[in-house]
């Protein structure tokens, strides 16, 4: 499968708490942390949900 580095370049403080959820499953801890994950469909889906908190290149 193909994977996708996913960046947290805004802070999470004051967010909805699903966002944040998201953010937290997709592996990310604070601010320029980087993480790797799978392509699949359930990680698109927490990508998108908080969208505008992230960075997505195709690793």
Known sequence: MSKVKV???KSMHGRKKG???CVRGLG???MHHTVEVL???ENRGMINKAYYM???EEA
Request: glycine fraction near 0%; charge should be positive; aromatic fraction near 0%.
């Open 39 to 41: 392509d699949t469909p």
């Open 19 to 21: 966002h944040k959820e």
């Open 28 to 30: 990310l801890r604070k």
């Open 7 to 9: 960046t947290l370049v």
């Open 54 to 56: 992230l960075k997505v």
